[in-house]
């Protein structure tokens, strides 16, 4: 199984970004499918997580800012993000877990991608 994130980079506060998360070898539809973030010397924080019927859970510094959502005939999984802040500059990470539906925590899932940098400044 292999996710790879793209679409980091630098941006400007009060713009927009949107993540790509692709998989291979792994059917996103079907699946928990997350989003996560890290910044340096803090654990990763869940941002948004996506079930297998489209039903999304959000973090709450998100506050409408940000959405997840899926392709299934690309089998791809995406983070628009709008409305950026400093705050919101970590490396993000895709996440998918072997459930339909989503356990809440990092150690609940089981497939990680590598991470893609978004720099708000």
């Known amino acids: 199984v292999q996710l790879v994130e793209s679409g980091g980079g630098l941006v400007q506060p009060g713009g927009s970004l949107r993540l790509s998360c692709a998989a291979t070898t792994y059917t996103t539809n079907g699946h928990c499918m997350a989003w996560f973030r890290q910044t340096p010397g803090n654990g990763r924080e869940a941002v948004a997580a996506?079930?297998?019927?489209?039903?999304?859970d959000y973090a709450g510094f998100v506050n409408h800012r940000f959405t997840i959502s899926r392709d299934s005939a690309k089998n791809t999984l995406y983070l628009q993000m709008n409305g950026l802040e400093p705050e919101d500059t970590a490396m993000y990470y895709c996440?998918?877990?072997?459930?339909?539906?989503?356990?809440?925590?990092?150690?609940?899932?089981?497939?990680w991608g590598q991470g893609t940098q978004v720099t708000v400044s």
């Open positions: 996506l079930d297998s019927d489209g039903i999304a």
């Open positions: 996440a998918a877990q072997d459930r339909s539906w989503c356990k809440a925590g990092p150690s609940s899932y089981d497939y």
